[in-house]
């Protein structure tokens, strides 16, 4: 049997899942990117925010409940305003960066 013949009828190599394929760049987050087209500036989810900041749900989800990391309730989704998520992170203490070597001692 050929590979075309094991294919489902009217799906193509570019339809199916693959493991290892890349995903779909206009479904990619925005990071960054995505300025030109206004993505940037829309409001997170708090798995958005979750993912994009390595936080866990239930530490944002306690952040938004003691009031430091503001949110807006649209529907039935909790959504974090992107403005309220870079004032908050930018509000967070900062660190010295961490030295490479020999420990002494």
């Known amino acids: 049997m050929t590979d075309d013949s094991k ?3 009217g799906t193509t190599l570019s339809n199916r899942a693959h493991p290892r394929r890349k995903t779909d760049p206009r479904r ?4 960054l990117k995505g ?3 206004g ?16 936080l866990g749900k239930t530490y944002v989800t ?12 649209l529907g039935g989704r909790r959504l974090i305003p992107m403005a309220a998520a870079i004032e908050y992170l930018l509000g967070l203490p ?6 490479h070597g020999k420990k002494k001692g």
Not at 39 to 54: D, K, M, Y
């Open 62 to 73: 306690d952040l938004i409940s003691s009031g430091e990391l503001p949110s807006i309730l």
């Open 7 to 9: 294919r489902a009828k």
């Open 94 to 99: 900062r660190v010295k960066p961490m030295k």
């Open 39 to 54: 993505t940037l500036l829309r409001p997170l989810s708090v798995r958005e925010f979750c993912a994009r900041t390595s």
């Open 35 to 37: 300025w030109e087209n």
């Open 28 to 31: 990619r987050a925005a990071g």
